[in-house]
């Protein structure tokens, strides 16, 4: 079955960006002690900017710029401060606390909160078979952590 395993472009792409974070989360902790939180999030930010800049201009002018709502407004406000600048300097400052291996544990962590969303959002049931992974999930965290 593994020799018939076939990528799409997109999957490759997702394997890119998980590796170029990984190497983020290794290399955030030779950030230069004087360079404060805010400076280096804008020096990231700043630099993503620049990148993505001409994928915005091409894509605006093979398609068009958005329908501007106050859905689209409330959503980029949500990717821009909740996703971007609170959870990068959140994430920054636990790697400065405790080390990007510690902070690795927390992608374990995944599938508990997906289902509290889906629970509370979609209305999806929850079972034992829920209790009992997250116990699991949270035993190996523990247990990997320990001193």
Request: proline share 4%.
């Amino acid at each position: 079955m593994l020799l018939g395993l076939q990528f799409s472009v997109g999957d490759l792409w997702m394997l890119m960006a998980a590796m170029i974070f990984g190497a983020y989360t290794v290399l955030v902790r030779r950030k230069p002690e004087h360079l404060s939180q805010a400076a280096f999030l804008l020096a990231t930010f700043s630099l993503g900017l620049v990148l993505l800049a001409p994928w915005t201009a091409w894509e605006a002018g093979h398609h068009g710029l958005p329908n501007l709502s106050f859905a689209l407004l409330g959503s980029v406000l949500y990717i821009g401060l909740g996703a971007s600048l609170a959870s990068y300097f959140l994430w920054n400052k636990a790697i400065a606390s405790i080390g990007p291996v510690r902070c690795g544990f927390i992608y374990y962590t995944l599938p508990i909160f997906s289902g509290m969303e889906a629970f509370l959002l979609l209305g999806e049931p929850v079972g034992w078979v829920h209790a009992v992974s997250s116990l699991l999930i949270f035993s190996g965290i523990m247990l990997a952590t320990r001193s």
